[in-house]
């Protein structure tokens, strides 16, 4: 049980960092510019709210298997196979947590109000400096909300780590499936305190999240 | 000498000027939707016009050849109508906001002259609209520019201290000698402040320093 726990934890803390730093330039492009497929950009990080998440992990194992162009390279590079691997299953989280991290991060950003934004470039600011002093501070909350929420959604899955990881004890069986599995052999105090720690992470992310919402209502918006 | 010969478009208003003036304090008045913000903003870069900008001796707008300077690299102060204070940094940290190092000297001058002093450690969410209005002064102040725009910089003031922030600025513009563009509805700063004044209407200027010479010559002379 520990060690399924261990392994969500794990992925869900890589996937967070991953998602942060990959769903910053996303949230920005989607907020400020305008550009050629925007809409489409804007669907596909929106489509693992509504698609099965079996379909997203057949996808991704259809595009990382092992005779598959990115598993032929990733094989050539790490000597190991994608398919069925903890990286495999970050790569699964990353796509399927997408829109948790970038669209709190998209609103974060499109409500800094476009004074803040003329106040620093005719204050001379660089567009690194603006991000920086200005954007990241004043989009704080969206950050730290998709932060929890990409962390929260990752320890949930089943259906995409089930396709990806394959359920392999000690390297991609997840608390979850561990959970599924306690209940089929009839396990039931384990499969009680799995479910209850689950639960606890969950309710404490997402109080995190609504504390978070309501200091940025009180404190940022204002003046 | 500075020249502004620009035209724009902004839904229905026509934006058209053609002016010159040198390193001087310049008040811009009109009517509603006149132009007058709109002709700050292109000033500003946070437009882009079509024509030519020439401040001193640099190019700031050659549209003919596809040039327009960024705003970050025209040196500018600012006072826009909304203060845009940032809620998390205290009033002397927005002061300084963007600046490379800090001249406490220069900073506190300006504190005392617009009488903020006692306010620099507070969160902007801790002052009134007048003070936000003064800490968006000194801002734009803070790091010398080569041109200052404000908008309406005392809309928010009480009348008492209105004359001496237009002392303030008249002073700080002859010592930086730079040229400062002031829109206002207010007859005293005219009065008080400008070396040319420009009326705007319908997006043109009406009427220039000669012009007003001109006609409070003419009125004095009627009164006689």
Request: proline share 4%.
């Amino acid at each position: 049980m520990l060690e399924s726990l261990f392994i969500s934890l794990q992925l869900a803390l890589i996937t967070t960092i991953i998602l942060l730093l990959l769903a910053l330039p996303l949230a920005y492009a989607l907020a400020f510019k305008s550009f050629r497929g925007r809409t489409v950009l804007e669907v596909v990080v929106a489509l693992p709210l509504v698609l099965p998440p079996t379909v997203l992990g057949y996808y991704v194992l259809l595009m990382i298997a092992p005779d598959s162009a990115m598993g032929r390279a990733w094989n050539a590079v790490f000597d190991t196979s994608l398919a069925f691997s903890f990286s495999g299953m970050v790569l699964a989280s990353v796509l399927y947590s997408l829109p948790f991290a970038v669209q709190p991060m998209q609103q974060a950003l499109r409500s800094i109000p476009v004074s803040w934004l003329e106040m620093a470039i005719t204050q001379g600011l660089s567009f690194r400096q603006t991000l920086l002093q200005l954007m990241l501070p004043a989009a704080k909350g969206g950050v730290l909300v998709a932060a929890a929420l990409s962390f929260a959604h990752t320890m949930g899955e089943f259906g995409v780590v089930l396709m990806v990881g394959g359920s392999i004890p000690g390297e991609t069986k997840v608390a979850s499936i561990a959970l599924f599995e306690m209940v089929e052999m009839q396990q039931q105090s384990e499969a009680w305190m799995l479910a209850l720690i689950l639960l606890a992470v969950s309710f404490v992310m997402l109080s995190v999240v609504y504390t978070i919402n309501r200091q940025g209502l009180q404190m940022g918006m204002g003046k | 000498m500075n020249h502004i010969q620009i035209t724009a478009s902004f839904g229905s208003l026509d934006l058209q000027v053609d002016a010159s003036f040198a390193n001087q304090f310049i008040i811009v008045s009109g009517e509603n939707g006149a132009g007058k913000t709109s002709l700050l903003r292109c000033l500003a870069g946070l437009e882009s016009p079509r024509g030519m900008l020439q401040l001193g001796d640099k190019i700031w707008l050659d549209s003919s050849a596809g040039f327009n300077l960024p705003a970050q690299q025209r040196q500018l102060g600012c006072v826009w109508p909304d203060a845009a204070l940032l809620p998390w940094l205290s009033v002397e940290k927005n002061i300084v906001f963007g600046a490379d190092a800090v001249n406490s000297q220069w900073l506190l001058a300006l504190a005392t002259q617009f009488e903020i002093t006692a306010l620099m450690q507070r969160q902007p969410c801790m002052l009134s609209t007048g003070e936000m209005q003064r800490v968006s002064l000194a801002r734009s102040l803070y790091r010398k520019p080569a041109v200052l725009l404000l908008d309406e910089p005392f809309s928010a003031q009480a009348p008492a201290i209105r004359q001496r922030l237009r002392l303030c600025l008249k002073g700080l513009q002859a010592e930086l000698a730079i040229p400062v563009l002031m829109v206002s509805h207010d007859g005293a700063d005219a009065r008080i402040l400008a070396q040319q004044h420009w009326h705007m209407r319908a997006g043109k200027l009406l009427l220039s320093l000669a012009d007003m010479q001109e006609s409070s010559r003419k009125n004095k002379g009627g009164k006689r």
